[in-house]
């Protein structure tokens, strides 16, 4: 597997990462993170580039202030000879570019990083010689390293070693300039569909990245805002996604948790109260479109055709929020999500994009393994609560 290959299949496993690449191409920088997050970058959050050495083993990663208290951070650990000589070669210039991706691997927009002179020698110093620092397979001396990095950072991880060691780092606040966005432009049988992340209208775009998403595993049985009648001559939408296999039926609400448009005193109490709140919506828009198929009520698609399909099949709702944030109490959310599940007769899942993206791509285009991913959730979300 050459460099190229190797990025692109990190790109595609790992939720979230930081990449510094040099080749016969040039130099960039590469960062995943999920779009909310994306979008307070492109806002003007503070950025700060983290280094570290323990030893021989080199650390890099990235604190992304898009809240300021509850900020959030990457870490990784560099284990081939290439990454070590990739950010000796970045460090030697003047600016270098770097790319941002979201759940969808695809490139969202591009910018400019340019650090002071200080700021690289201080890297280049860190790093020293990059050939005598360590490559190879992970193993428990540098999961111990990694927590060592994490706790010289200052970050208080769960489930980290009891024995930690201070080791030393570098800290670089950096900006992000001349930004300049990327049209995607997601084509297949059954059509296009493009995207562009700085969309003000946050809601219809999260819903093409999920239908984007979800139509590599559906294919055609895929239907974006299926339509009910609604006062004889008028239309009103059943759900955001309906999708439909020979195992089920899936119902699929999209919220999105505005950014671009957001206040910028928002703190996290309030981001978590304004998630809680469309998770709420969309239970009760969830409960209410079974109903209408339960009620054998026709559903239309978006060129006005009816959908038939079997209706006595089991139901599944899903709930896609941008981002779960891990704040606040839920136990209202998972009170009203288990008495309509109980009292509607259907499943009913919350997850973030992250996480359809992790069962989409273990699911590899089969239908069945998906389905029964979600049910494995379903019976481990029950456990839990029992």
């Not at 460099?3 to 080749?23: G, M, V």
């Not at 284990?79 to 000589?85: F, M, T, W, Y």
């Not at 490139?107 to 620092?133: A, E, M, V, W």
Request: aromatic fraction near 8%; hydrophobic fraction near 40%.
């Amino acid at each position: 597997m050459n460099k190229a290959e190797r990025i692109y299949q990190e790109l595609l496993q790992e939720r979230a990462n930081i990449w510094y690449i040099s080749d016969h191409y040039g130099s960039k920088i590469m960062l995943k993170v999920s779009s909310s997050i994306l979008k307070a970058i492109i806002k003007g959050c503070k950025l700060e580039l983290l280094f570290g050495v323990d030893n021989n083993i080199f650390h890099i990663g990235i604190n992304i202030y898009d809240d300021p208290v509850n900020f959030a951070t990457i870490t990784s650990t560099n284990r081939i000879i290439d990454e070590h000589l990739s950010i000796a070669k970045i460090m030697q210039l003047d600016n270098v570019q770097i790319q941002l991706y979201n759940e969808l691997c695809a490139c969202q927009c591009f910018g400019t990083i340019t650090l002071s002179s200080k700021q690289k020698n201080d890297i280049l110093c860190l790093l020293g010689n990059p050939r005598k620092l360590f490559t190879g397979t992970l193993s428990e001396r540098i999961y111990q390293s990694a927590d060592n990095f994490q706790f010289s950072l200052g970050l208080d991880m769960p489930g980290s070693r009891k024995s930690q060691s201070k080791i030393e780092t570098v800290i670089v606040e950096t900006k992000i300039e001349a930004f300049q966005m990327v049209q995607n432009s997601f084509i297949d049988n059954s059509g296009n569909v493009s995207t562009e992340i700085s969309d003000l209208d946050e809601g219809a775009l999260f819903e093409k990245e999920i239908f984007i998403a979800l139509r590599s595993l559906f294919g055609l049985d895929l239907y974006h805002s299926p339509q009910i009648a609604h006062n004889k001559s008028k239309y009103r939408e059943l759900i955001d996604i309906l999708t439909l296999s020979e195992f089920g039926i899936f119902l699929i609400e999209a919220k999105a948790l505005g950014v671009t448009s957001a206040n910028e005193e928002r703190n996290m109490e309030r981001k978590v109260k304004g998630l809680q709140k469309q998770i709420e919506k969309a239970i009760y828009q969830l409960g209410g479109a079974y109903k209408k198929i339960v009620e054998n009520e026709a559903i239309y698609n978006s060129k006005g055709e009816e959908i038939f399909f079997k209706r006595n099949l089991p139901s599944c709702g899903i709930i896609i929020v941008s981002e779960l944030l891990p704040f606040g109490s839920w136990d209202e959310i998972i009170k009203k999500l288990l008495i309509t599940m109980s009292e509607k007769n259907i499943l009913i899942h919350i997850m973030d994009l992250n996480e359809i993206m992790l069962f989409i791509g273990h699911s590899q285009g089969n239908i069945n393994l998906f389905d029964t991913y979600l049910m494995e959730r379903m019976e481990d979300f029950i456990k839990i609560q029992a």
